[in-house]
């Protein structure tokens, strides 16, 4: 029985195709945000090759946003289908939409897509009926492969709402469970604001709320992202590689005690001094040109800067939005510098976790090439 299956029947999804009759031409609308890693520790593989960790996830407020439709199906019946529109981010202005990357998107293989898997995983099949499909539009802003979480929120983004429009009636709780089983991040997509992550980084527990929009306590972040994404089990790879012979510093138990105290009314100079993450050596051993990127921001005068998970995103810290976006602005005019760098960001944390919206962001119909 393949996994999906088997998570809808522990969630007691079975076949309610009668239920789906009245939903056909309704949407509903969900973003989730892009996180990046406050710390993030690594301990042992454990015998699935899975790293335990301990970290504490800052939710963004750059998001993907996901709307779902059920239309009448056209020859496959019940099938899952997913469109992906990519946007480019520049600093205190809207997203762009690339044509170049939407179609190198439309190229891939959809039931590979994490949206597209959340769906399954909810039982979305066994709801519809045999002359509906499920369609899935994905606005995205977040990089692919930079270790910001870009694929799970989108997966966080459709669990939230495939539950609503299919009317699943699954708790939280519920979709916390699937979002596990999908993906390490996930969790932490859907909690939002500060949280806490541990075992695979899919054990929550939510330390400062996120908020609608910026306040006195949001941190501000440059963000510097790289053409070329990284693969996640590479970087944990060669971080096992560099401490393989090397008697393991048990650091599973650091600093994050004093994140869990964490009120997020900390300054930014504090939390800056706290940034720590283990993947960061491997990440720069892959991509030296990382560091160097850290260091020009720091030159520019971040207060502090690190890896977003396993990178290869550089995540800067500023004292407030006119200096990130000060920052922002530097590092943009030293782009031929860093031949790499495809685009930089200005975001705040700790944004809300997955959401259902009202409707989609304008620029995403007034999108333009
Ligand atoms: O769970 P997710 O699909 O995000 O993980 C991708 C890969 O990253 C895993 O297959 C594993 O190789 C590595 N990983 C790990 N330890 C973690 C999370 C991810 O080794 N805690």
């Not at 056909?24 to 993030?40: H, Q, T």
């Not at 015998?47 to 939710?59: E, K, R």
């Not at 500023?318 to 790499?340: D, R, V, W």
Request: aromatic content about 4%.
């Amino acid at each position: 029985m393949p996994p999906e299956t088997r998570l809808a029947e522990d969630l007691g999804i079975g076949e309610m195709e009668a239920d789906a009759m009245g939903i056909e031409g309704r949407s509903v609308i969900c973003s989730a945000p892009a996180k990046v890693n406050l710390n993030l520790f690594v301990g042992q593989p454990d015998d699935s090759g899975y790293h335990p960790l301990d970290t504490v996830f800052q939710a963004l407020s750059l998001r993907e946003y996901v709307r779902a439709e059920v239309r009448a199906s056209r020859g496959v019946d019940r099938a899952i289908s997913v469109q992906t529109l990519v946007y480019r981010s520049q600093p205190g202005r809207s997203p762009r939409l690339s044509r170049a990357a939407t179609d190198e998107f439309a190229r891939m293989d959809p039931q590979g897509h994490l949206a597209v898997r959340a769906a399954e995983a909810l039982g979305a099949r066994r709801v519809l009926a045999s002359n509906q499909r499920l369609v899935l539009t994905v606005h995205k802003t977040i990089p692919v492969a930079g270790g910001m979480a870009g694929g799970s929120a989108d997966a966080a983004a459709t669990l939230v709402a495939a539950n609503h429009l299919l009317g699943l009636g699954l708790s939280h709780h519920d979709l916390l469970v699937t979002a596990a089983g999908l993906g390490a991040d996930i969790p932490a997509c859907l909690t939002g604001g500060n949280c806490r992550g541990t075992g695979r980084g899919d054990q929550i527990e939510p330390l400062t709320p996120g908020t609608e929009k910026p306040g006195p306590d949001s941190k501000w972040w440059v963000l510097v992202f790289q053409k070329q994404g990284l693969s996640t089990p590479e970087v944990f790879r060669r971080l096992d590689q560099m401490k393989a012979g090397r008697p393991d510093r048990n650091t599973l138990a650091g600093l994050s005690t004093t994140f869990r105290r964490a009120t997020g009314s900390e300054s930014p100079e504090l939390l800056a001094s706290l940034l720590s993450n283990d993947l960061q050596q491997a990440a720069v051993e892959l991509r030296p040109e990382l560091a160097e990127i850290g260091g020009a921001l720091l030159d520019l005068g971040a207060l502090g800067w690190m890896i977003s998970g396993s990178g290869p995103t550089v995540a800067a810290l500023a004292s407030s939005e006119h200096h990130a976006l000060q920052i922002a602005e530097s590092i943009n005019g030293a782009m031929p510098l860093f031949p790499g760098v495809k685009d930089v960001a200005v975001a705040w944390g700790p944004g809300q976790g997955t959401k259902l919206e009202g409707r989609l962001p304008s620029w995403v119909t007034t999108a333009k090439d």
